[in-house]
């Protein structure tokens, strides 16, 4: 079941450093064939992250690289406070933050040189909320 209660969650975080570097495109049409790990529908267009690999393969545009930490805790979409304490931290840290809401858990993109800085301070947050 879903975890709605914000101590409970931040002390079960579990954060996990996924291997690829992603990053964030736009795009007016999905190429054909590419591997994506996110599509949202903007006015502007598709907003897809994907591996940097597949953006260069498919000579899509992007700024930036980021590494992804999934925070296996299974978060409900109704929690509160879960995605301002993770920024608040990563903010202390001086780390920009994007933090994608899927269905099950949390995935926090930062930029790919600070991938090792974040997941310490995510782990840290975790144990001084047990």
């Not at 049409?29 to 690999?53: A, K, M, N, W, Y």
């Amino acid at each position: 079941m879903a975890i709605k209660n914000l101590n409970k969650l931040l002390s079960d975080l579990n954060p996990e450093l996924l291997d690829d570097d992603y990053v964030f495109c736009s795009v007016q049409e999905l190429p054909l064939d590419i591997e994506v790990l996110s599509i949202f529908q903007e006015e502007e267009g598709l907003s897809l992250i994907c591996t940097r690999q597949q953006a260069e393969l498919f000579e899509l545009a992007y700024e930036g690289h980021f590494r992804c930490i999934t925070l296996n805790v299974l978060s409900s979409l109704e929690a509160v406070g879960l995605t301002a304490a993770v920024s608040e931290v990563l903010t202390k840290a001086n780390i920009s933050a994007n933090v994608v809401a899927a269905y099950h858990h949390d995935h926090v993109f930062v930029p790919s040189k600070d991938a090792l800085k974040a997941l310490a301070a995510i782990r840290e947050l975790s144990k001084s909320s047990r």
